[in-house]
């Protein structure tokens, strides 16, 4: 590679990372004020929370246990990071499809950090009777909800502008939604969770997607024009 292609590069990734970073402080300025307004009204609702965990626990048994465990795994980092270095690889290297790979990193990357500081921001405690086995750090929003909506949702997204077969394409899709919903009712279900940090992760992971795609193809837009 020449050095002026080198410095197009780098002028690119340079734009990229920094077009994210400025979205991801807006978008977490406005989250966060949105958690100081609504931390008050979630706590003092807490019994309903609780309400969900009795209307859970008649299905409860070891069957159901092991289905969950398996389903929560597919929303935990140990799955989730091999997850997309095989996308990225795939789109990088067999597909050559960089615009793809650049969606992969940058949103699972960028997630992981909005997830983290909102943990922080939030200081919300786990639930006090794990079903099996207590879970580490903070409680809301739920991380196994942002990155499965995150994750799995930039998938469909993929499935939509990959597969030509219709009917294909929307069974896919909607196997890719069902599972993304039984993740956050795995983290419930286990009660490392309560189901309003599940909900208020699949809002969050909703909005900070749909962000991401709208300035990642503002900026492939801009940048192919150029």
Known sequence: M????LMGAWEITTLIIGEVLLTLATFSAIIALIVFSIRKPIRKHKPIDMLIFDKIKPGINAINNKIMLFITFLGKHQFLIPAN????FYFLLVKRQNWFSIRV???AMSSLVLMLLLKQLFQRK????PLLKAAKGLSFPSGHAIMAV??????IYILQHTITIDWLKWLAIVLVFVLIISIGFSRVYLRVHYASDVAGGFIIGLL???LSLAVLKWLESYITAL
């Open 105 to 107: 990193i940058t949103i």
């Open 150 to 155: 995150t994750f799995y949702g930039l998938v």
């Open 126 to 129: 786990r639930p006090l009777s």
């Open 208 to 210: 900070w997607l749909l």
């Open 2 to 5: 020449h050095f002026a292609e």
């Open 85 to 88: 270095l095989i996308l990225i």
